[in-house]
């Protein structure tokens, strides 16, 4: 239970944090420097805000150094935020998935897919995780 509601946690972090900086890039960013160059800024923000959200939840709830269990934390929170992102994209813009990901910048698009996986093994990087006997 402490993993998942880590993961959750996890999630809404870095979720909120896209989402604010999501919509100021949109807004004001994006005018002035256009998508890829804006998206390319976002992206050290969001890998910073990565970093402290996994520290973050991996110390408050005090998850195990097992990569099995760090990998979970992170796999719950890539689960969720593919699933928010997919849902708003669909319901937002009207298109389907495969629309999205065919309309993303090759380049700030590669970026991004990055830091899907990032997102993932985050709580394994943020300590060293132990080996486990399997």
């Known amino acids: 239970m402490r993993i998942l509601k880590a993961g959750i ?11 604010v900086l999501g919509s100021f890039r949109i807004l004001s960013v994006v005018p002035r ?3 890829r160059t804006a998206e390319l800024m976002e992206s050290p923000i969001m ?17 195990p150094s097992t990569w099995h269990a760090r990998f979970k934390v992170g796999g719950i929170a890539l689960g969720l935020l593919l699933l928010s992102e997919f849902t708003l994209v669909l319901w937002l813009r009207g298109i389907s998935i495969r629309e999205y990901l065919a309309s993303r910048d090759p380049v700030s698009g590669t970026v991004y897919y990055a830091e899907l996986g990032l997102l993932a093994i985050m709580p394994l990087l943020v300590g060293r995780p132990k080996r486990s006997s399997l």
């Not at 910073?48 to 998850?63: D, G, K």
């Open 33 to 35: 420097f256009g998508t």
């Open 9 to 19: 946690l996890y999630y809404a972090l870095v979720f909120a944090a896209g989402f």
């Open 47 to 63: 890998l910073l805000v990565t970093v402290v959200a996994a520290r973050s939840v991996v110390n408050q709830f005090a998850i």
